[in-house]
């Protein structure tokens, strides 16, 4: 039996700005988004769609903290909670 690594799945999840777990919108797909730390990109592990910064930003409507965002290679926005260049308000829905 493999044991499933529960903390890499909630670091490596694809998040909203509201904290909600964010779906592939590709075709015929259900998919959950992942985060991979090493290409830095989203992707669906279902069609294997995959999202660039850039593109993540648009499709989740995301609104950063600042430009820096932009070329940062974490995971937005669950990066929040890490965060060494703003500070972010503590009641964003990141930080619980």
Request: a negative charge; charged letters at 25%; one cysteine or more.
């Given at each position: 039996?493999?044991?499933?690594?529960?903390?890499?799945?909630?670091?490596?999840?694809?998040?909203?700005?509201?904290?909600?777990?964010?779906?592939?919108?590709g075709?015929?797909?259900?998919?959950?988004?992942?985060?991979?730390?090493?290409?830095?990109?989203?992707?669906?592990?279902?069609?294997?769609?995959?999202?660039?910064?850039?593109?993540?930003?648009?499709?989740?409507?995301?609104?950063?903290?600042?430009?820096?965002?932009?070329?940062?290679?974490?995971?937005?926005?669950?990066?929040?909670?890490?965060?060494?260049?703003?500070?972010?308000?503590p009641?964003?829905?990141?930080?619980?």
């Amino acid at each position: 039996m493999r044991q499933h690594d529960m903390y890499n799945e909630w670091q490596n999840s694809a998040y909203d700005e509201d904290g909600n777990v964010v779906d592939c919108d590709g075709y015929s797909c259900s998919g959950e988004l992942k985060w991979d730390p090493a290409k830095a990109i989203w992707f669906c592990p279902e069609c294997w769609k995959e999202f660039d910064r850039n593109d993540y930003f648009f499709y989740i409507g995301a609104q950063p903290p600042g430009s820096y965002c932009m070329s940062c290679s974490e995971n937005y926005p669950f990066c929040k909670k890490t965060c060494i260049h703003y500070d972010i308000d503590p009641n964003d829905p990141m930080m619980d």
